[in-house]
């Protein structure tokens, strides 16, 4: 069994438009689709279905589980489109432009947001039986990722879901473990007149992860024999600690600590018209509204700690923080053997939304008007401070009945408060021409954003010594996104325009970008078939900086996979076997900053890897199970004092990949 994986034709795909990048939400071969392609349905002896869907909080559609086993991103928290500081749960970031097209109040820390769970991704379940899954994937140096899900209708027309997520791993490295806890609450009823909709959610995600600062010196420790087993090579922080396998212990005493809650409780009453099937044995309610009443109440915390302390309890000899370090890279002088920065968040939204609808027998078709207060209070080191926002907001959507047509649009406005002045506005128009089954998407959006609360002189982590007033940041994306499914062939482009562009120049640094400057950027996605069972799906990214600015890209990132996708001959056995080749032109990538988790601009070191990052897998499924085998970093094989896999990537100045690592993921779904 463990020789076989599998590859399942999609069904037919369609996109939309979500931030600032075109997601496939169905369809094979798309890196970080959320979508699903393939119904789950399960027969018992009695002969009796399954029937899952699910929707999310802000969508009108209804989605399938997702079945796909041939690209295993789908199911790894980090996109292939990311690059990760040497250990899962480290701090992340995409190697593509991806710039923040959100309004309104933002703390500032995203380097972990490839880890988090999110409200616009939380599902809202339907499901005729109790529907399990229970999901572990293990990797070398003990690294570990567990997921739980369990939903069901507690009666035909109220769903509850329950699911958590734990991602543990000690590193490669000296001074890299992370521990992360994810954790989903969510409720969905309606009543039985169908006017009346409450959904519920409870969302907490709590990320550890402990930082190093990077390895001392890359050039000579990472190709000296001396230094082959990794864990040994010195790090800039956190001292000598011993390596330690025990992923029930979550201490750090270097690193960064962020906690995030979410609370949410929205509900919705309709006036419309009744009506009914009848059958030969039964009555069936339908009801068709035209006029929708929303209240949207919501609670947030956010808490976010970097700390350096001293400790004796894992370290071969007492720890205490380099004083030299924070005064070379920060300029911050310790006055005891601590470095501490932390501040705390919560906020309460109150929304109110109205919605009409055009058409009563299409609920895709909708046009909504709704005004939101927001306060918020922040604690820091030595104030606690409160602001507000009071924003309007309006969105027209409308799916045609023929499914030939797709229009989104939507806009928000603050009117006062802390972020008065701050909007965005996003329009998308999709076409899909049945005689060719192509689809075709143009769109474009703009931002207008006060600069994240990291550039506010109140910040804990504000350790500039002057106050510096930095302008609002404005952001274009013109887009675009051509399908064509029996072609298995997709085009998209972006044409990003940004004028006040906000960046770190150094590790705590903040600049603003005067100037205008634009990135293009290209992707192309592409099947090609080399055999009945022989595919090469082909990703290639271009991008490139139009202009003068504090921005350094890969001009090129590409990732291809080439590998049989069958059965071999066996009825319920799907297989996806083969090799993934991923490969960065040489750039001046961004640092890192440990203390305030941001990656900055830099312009003295090239990262330029003598080869691609060369990886095997072979993923199977075999009705509900399913099971995914990788060897990674094939490539950092070679002779340094005998034959090891030490010729390890760089992804930024001081941070590298690891070795030779295995994983083996299985993924098991249950019908109870």
Not at 162 to 176: A, W
Not at 420 to 433: K, M, P, V
């Amino acid at each position: 069994m463990l020789i076989f994986s599998v590859a399942i034709k999609a069904q037919e795909p369609t996109i939309r438009a979500l931030g600032n990048k075109v997601k496939q939400l169905s369809g094979s071969g798309r890196t970080g689709g959320t979508g699903g392609v393939d119904s789950l349905r399960h027969r018992n002896k009695l002969e009796d279905s399954i029937t899952i869907s699910f929707r999310y909080l802000d969508s009108t559609r209804n989605y399938k589980l997702d079945s796909v086993i041939g690209d295993f991103t789908r199911r790894y928290p980090v996109p292939a489109t990311n690059i990760y500081l040497g250990n899962i749960g480290n701090a992340s970031r995409s190697v593509l432009f991806t710039p923040n097209f959100k309004a309104g109040f933002d703390p500032g820390f995203h380097a972990f947001d490839v880890y988090k769970w999110k409200l616009e991704q939380v599902r809202f379940f339907n499901t005729t039986r109790p529907y399990s899954e229970i999901n572990y994937m293990l990797g070398t140096r003990v690294e570990q990722i567990i997921e739980l899900l369990h939903t069901q209708n507690i009666k035909p027309n109220w769903n509850a879901l329950f699911q958590y997520r734990l991602i543990n791993s000690p590193g490669f490295f000296k001074n890299q473990k992370t521990n992360h806890n994810n954790y989903l609450l969510s409720s969905w009823y309606q009543s039985n007149n169908k006017r009346y909709n409450i959904y519920g959610v409870l969302l907490g995600n709590k990320m550890m992860s402990t930082e190093n600062g990077g390895i001392q010196d890359t050039a000579n420790f990472l190709d000296d024999p001396i230094w082959k087993d990794r864990f040994n090579i010195p790090t800039k922080l956190g001292g000598d600690p011993i390596f330690g396998r025990d992923f029930f212990s979550t201490k750090i005493t270097t690193g960064n600590k962020y906690y995030e809650f979410t609370f949410l409780l929205r509900q919705q009453y309709d006036i419309g018209k009744k009506d009914s099937i009848v059958t030969d044995s039964t009555v069936l309610p339908l009801f068709y509204p035209r006029l929708r009443f929303e209240h949207t109440l919501q609670y947030n915390t956010y808490k976010y700690h970097y700390f350096d302390y001293p400790n004796t309890s894992v370290t071969l000899e007492v720890y205490v923080p380099d004083s030299a370090y924070y005064q070379d890279h920060y300029g911050y002088t310790l006055t005891k053997d601590t470095f501490d920065l932390r501040e705390k968040w919560k906020d309460v939204i109150n929304d109110f939304s109205i919605y009409q609808f055009p058409d009563a027998k299409n609920l895709h078709q909708f046009i909504k008007l709704g005004v939101q207060l927001q306060n918020i209070s922040g604690e820091f080191l030595s104030e606690t401070k409160r602001f507000y926002n009071i924003d309007g907001h309006a969105e027209y959507r409308n799916k045609t009945r023929n499914q030939q047509w797709d229009i989104e649009a939507n806009g928000k406005l603050y009117f006062t408060g802390l972020n008065a002045g701050d909007y965005q506005a996003y329009l998308s128009l999709q076409r899909f021409a049945r005689n060719k089954q192509a689809y075709l998407q143009v769109g474009f959006q703009n931002t207008n954003r006060t600069p994240s609360f990291l550039f506010d002189s109140h910040s804990s982590f504000y350790l500039l010594h002057t106050v510096s007033n930095f302008k609002k940041e404005n952001s274009t994306d013109l887009f675009t996104s051509y399908y064509l499914p029996s072609f298995k062939f997709r085009l998209t482009g972006h044409y990003y325009l940004m004028t006040n562009y906000t960046y770190f120049s150094n590790y705590y640094l903040l600049q603003q970008e005067n100037s205008l400057f634009n990135v293009l950027q290209v992707a192309l996605e592409k099947t090609i078939k080399f055999g009945k069972h022989w595919n090469w799906h082909a990703e290639i990214y271009v991008q490139q900086l139009i202009g003068k600015a504090h921005v350094h890209l890969p001009v090129l990132y590409t990732r291809n996979r080439i590998a049989y996708e069958g059965n071999l001959g066996f009825k319920n056995l799907d297989i996806a076997m083969g090799f993934e080749v991923r490969y960065r032109s040489p750039y001046k990538a961004d640092g890192y900053s440990p203390v305030l988790g941001q990656f900055f601009y830099q312009d003295s070191i090239k990262i330029s890897n003598p080869l691609p990052d060369i990886s095997g897998y072979m993923n199977f499924r075999i009705r509900s199970f399913k099971a995914f085998f990788r060897i990674e970093n094939l490539n950092t094989g070679r002779k340094l004092g005998g034959f090891n896999f030490t010729n390890n990537n760089l992804v930024a100045p001081g941070y590298a990949l690891p070795g030779l690592q295995f994983r083996i993921g299985v993924y098991w779904s249950f019908v109870n």
